[in-house]
């Protein structure tokens, strides 16, 4: 019996060290950063039901670290669900929902990972970037064009594009020049090269590119080389290469530390490549960029005196030698991951992050240093960036145009380059005033009145003309309180203020009302707006003479002769009352005749109580209102033309459609009476 149970329970041992084995077998491939390989070992064992809460975290972690984030959303989304998830389960999936766009969702279990893991900021940081997506951000506009790079993305990694002698310069491991065969665990697929390119058209980036091909294999080594860095003149390289070993640090094999080498050319030959000073098996330095001037070198690293994650650094050119790496700082680095710096002409640090406020994973973001401080990074937001991973961007000659890289899935590959130029400016449409003139009697619109647009901020007068719709359109290009007036041969010329508050492009506004010109005719009687007086009395009122100054004006205008009738209340006898009236008009035309008009022009005739406008005749009950209407002063064309000349006659007909004028060039009060 003691042997059976013995057998029993050795049988059990090995029953359950042989369901952990796939488990054990894939913690040792990811140690060694052997994730491709670990992935088909996870799956397997993820489709067993004894293997199956194990694996799944770990086989979604793989995904993760490949940046496949469209299988990481996926297996997360599983592995969340297995009971004792944990928290660092929940924060990954939602940077993978982020990094696919589901921004609602993502925010949701950064709130959940803030819950389970209330010491660590980056949940409740991370949502906030959610909010901004989600808030802020939408319907930004974007700023610059973005398509698909042609003839140089393949099926597999594309990225990290430079310029040398004309050239477009990126790296690639769909073609393993120097290794063939070999394949790279971490991705299972080949190790990066420098390919080249060119533009078909010189110059053109944004156009058509030619097929690429190896850039120099004295650069191309068995394993990973790129992206690189030139010097401005062309004379200098700085490339990544990628350390092959087994650098215990800290428990875990590190066989992918970085490391900078660059080499110079000597009379078109380029020499031996150098180690750069501070390359260690400890830590990683790569990413290299050089400045315009070239004296400065950012790079990345992950070495000690960072934020975290990696930092961007940078050297200063000290003779023929580099001096010490210094750390950007907080402002730039974060508790994340920067990477990819680069520094065209403008002095505009351009680096990639998932740390700083994005749409997910690596966004590309700007700054600059001002009065010895770097600026707070700015996103270059969509359609640069995306909720996928987009980074190592370049600028052409001219900074308009250039190209980056990115991960999102419309591309080709896993990593395509894209192009890029700064948008078009949407066209600015004109905004416009519009009105219509039109015949006060018959209400039909008037074809060919002149029309003047007076903008009192400028002094600046526009002249228009009616179409036979009766209609006049002009441009105006800023918010400001306008005058219009319409005249036309033979009409009394109407007017009319108006603001418009804001101009947006391609606008139209309407004038408030239409402008109603009253045809002149012989023996057609004309009112005033008030011109009264006061009981018994015939001295011209001071409110009554702006009306008459707008008769003078409009005798000014128009050669005609008029007469000024003046009318009385009920109120006295009517031959006092028809002396009065007389009196009343005699005044009014000396006041006219004062202003400059020929008295031959100009006639006066008292009427009485002959022509009350209401009912308010001897022995009606009336109001002191309803007796005042009836003392007022009419004037009456008696004839459309006149035999003396007149010095101020206003013609419109010698202004033309679309000319513009001084307001001093009219007459002082053409615009006053409108107000």
């Known amino acids: 019996m003691k042997r059976y149970m013995l057998m029993l329970t050795i049988g059990i041992l090995l029953q359950v060290l042989m ?34 809460n194990a694996a799944l975290p770990l086989l979604a972690e793989c995904y993760r670290l490949q940046h496949d984030i469209l299988n990481a959303k996926a297996a997360y989304a599983q592995a969340v669900a297995v009971p004792g998830a944990k928290p660092e389960c929940f924060f990954n999936y939602a940077q993978a929902l982020q990094s696919t766009g589901n921004y609602t969702k993502a925010r949701e279990m950064y709130l959940k990972y803030a819950q389970m893991n209330p010491s660590d900021p980056k949940g409740l940081l991370f949502a906030t970037h959610c909010d901004s997506v989600l808030g802020p951000w939408k319907g930004k506009k974007p700023a610059y064009e973005v398509k698909l790079a042609n003839n140089i993305n393949t099926t597999e990694s594309d990225f990290g594009p430079a310029f ?22 971490w991705t299972g697929r080949g190790y990066l090269n420098l390919m080249k390119s060119e533009p078909v058209s010189a110059g053109d980036y944004w156009g058509d590119m030619k097929k690429t091909s190896e850039f120099e294999s004295k650069f191309n080594q068995p394993y990973h080389d790129g992206p690189a860095t030139f010097s401005a003149e062309g004379n200098t390289i700085y490339f990544t290469r990628s350390f092959f070993g087994k650098a215990k640090r800290k428990g875990i094999y590190k066989t992918n530390l970085l490391k900078i080498y660059y080499s110079s050319k000597t009379n078109g030959t380029w020499g031996e490549i150098m180690p750069f000073f501070l390359n260690s098996k400890d830590f990683s330095v790569g990413h290299p960029s050089l400045s315009a ?40 680095n974060t508790t994340e991951n920067e990477m990819f710096p680069s520094m065209p002409n403008n002095g505009i640090l351009f680096f990639a992050s998932n740390g700083h406020p994005g749409y997910g994973a690596l966004d590309i973001f700007k700054t600059k240093k001002e009065n010895g401080t770097w600026t707070t990074p700015e996103n270059l937001h969509l359609p640069i960036n995306g909720s996928f991973d987009d980074f190592t961007i370049a600028y052409a000659t001219g900074d308009k145009s250039g190209f980056f890289s990115s991960n999102r899935p419309e591309g080709v590959g896993s990593d395509d380059i894209y192009a890029f130029r700064d948008a078009k400016p949407e066209p600015v ?162 006041y006219i ?49 006149v035999s003396v000349s007149v010095p101020d006659q206003f013609d419109p007909a010698k202004y033309s459609e679309g ?10 009060d053409f615009f006053v009476k409108c107000k």
């Open 164 to 185: 040398y002698d004309g050239k477009l310069i990126f790296a690639s491991d769909f073609t393993n020049v120097a290794g063939e065969g070999k394949k790279y665990g």
């Open 293 to 332: 001037d070239g004296q400065t070198l950012y790079f990345v690293s992950d070495m000690p005196g960072g934020q975290g994650g990696t930092d961007i650094w940078m050297c200063k050119r000290e003779g023929e030698k580099w001096g010490p790496p210094s750390n950007l700082g907080k402002t730039v």
């Open 19 to 52: 369901s952990c084995q796939p488990i054990y077998k894939a913690q040792k491939q990811m140690d060694k950063y052997n994730y491709a390989g670990a992935i088909v070992t996870l799956k397997k064992a993820a489709d067993k039901e004894k293997t199956h």
């Open 659 to 668: 000319q513009e004028l001084n307001t001093k060039l009219l007459p002082q």
């Open 429 to 590: 449409l004109p905004a416009y005033i519009t009105g219509l003139v039109k015949d006060k009697t018959t209400m039909l619109p008037l074809a060919g009145a002149t029309v003047f647009l007076y903008d009192p901020s400028t002094g600046n007068v526009k002249v228009l003309k009616t179409g036979v719709n009766g209609i006049y359109k002009a441009v105006v290009d800023k918010p400001s309180e306008y005058v219009v007036k319409a005249m036309m041969p033979d009409y009394i010329a109407d007017c009319s203020p108006f603001t418009i508050a804001e101009v947006k492009s391609g606008s139209t506004t309407s004038a408030p009302r239409d402008l109603l010109l009253d045809k002149l005719t012989v023996n057609k009687t004309f009112s005033f707006g008030n011109i009264y007086y006061d009981f018994d009395k015939y001295n011209i009122r001071e409110d009554a003479k702006p009306e008459l100054d707008k008769l003078v004006l409009f005798m000014n205008e128009n050669p005609i002769n008029v007469e000024l009738g003046s009318h009385t209340d009920c109120r006295g006898s009517a031959a006092y009352n028809e002396k009065l009236s007389q009196k009343r008009a005699e005044n009014a035309v000396k």
């Open 593 to 641: 005749v004062s202003k400059g008009i020929d008295k031959s022009r100009i006639t006066a005739k008292g009427y009485g109580e002959q022509q009350l406008t209401n009912k308010c005749a001897d022995g009606a009950t009336c109001s002191s209102a309803e007796h005042q209407a009836n003392r007022r002063t009419e004037f009456k064309v008696t004839g459309l033309t």
